[in-house]
């Protein structure tokens, strides 16, 4: 895809993904949401099987939803199929590189991939959604701080996709 092109699919599920987090909650149906709307390859059924990822995994602060969201926009492009489940070509190995890609990012930009540590990187410290959801509101984490997250997701999403010819037009 173009690099023009590119930037401006970028921007524009990153701007999804950040809406969605920022109105809706659920880092990782935010990520996997924009997908489904600008690119429309997701389905109902996968878009719905990413709402247990948010806030690390049933809000327990551990892999972040916005990384487990965008590995499963990554897998719906280059993941086994059922058909093919004993995977005799390795397939599933394409999916856990690209996967590793983007853990590499967001520990390049955030240190980690845990959602516990992004939050002690973007907020200040963690918050137990559980039992501290009204700070953690107070602390801007719907604000900003998590869609900022969740568009960043987004963005190398698309890099990664697009560095692979996996985009539409590539």
Not at 20 to 44: H, M, P, W
Not at 89 to 96: L, V
Not at 107 to 131: L, N, P
Request: aromatic letters at 10%.
């Amino acid at each position: 895809m173009a690099t023009e092109q590119a930037e401006e699919l970028r921007e524009r599920i990153a701007t999804l993904a950040y809406q969605y987090e920022r109105e809706f909650g659920g880092c990782s149906q935010a990520v996997v949401g924009a997908f489904k709307n600008v690119l429309g390859n997701i389905s109902d059924d996968t878009f719905k099987a990413a709402t247990g990822f948010a806030g690390g995994i049933g809000l327990t602060g551990n892999t972040c939803g916005a990384v487990s969201g965008g590995i499963i926009v990554l897998s719906t492009y280059v993941g086994r199929e059922y058909q093919e489940f004993s995977d005799k070509d390795g397939k599933r190995f394409d999916s856990f590189r690209l996967a590793r890609e983007l853990v590499n990012r967001f520990e390049s930009e955030y240190g980690s991939a845990a959602c516990c540590q992004i939050q002690e990187k973007i907020i200040g410290r963690f918050y137990d959604i559980w039992t501290e959801r009204d700070a953690f509101l107070a602390a801007g984490g719907h604000d900003d701080k998590c869609p900022s997250v969740c568009a960043n997701a987004a963005r190398w999403v698309v890099d990664i996709l697009n560095d692979n010819k996996l985009l539409p037009n590539n």
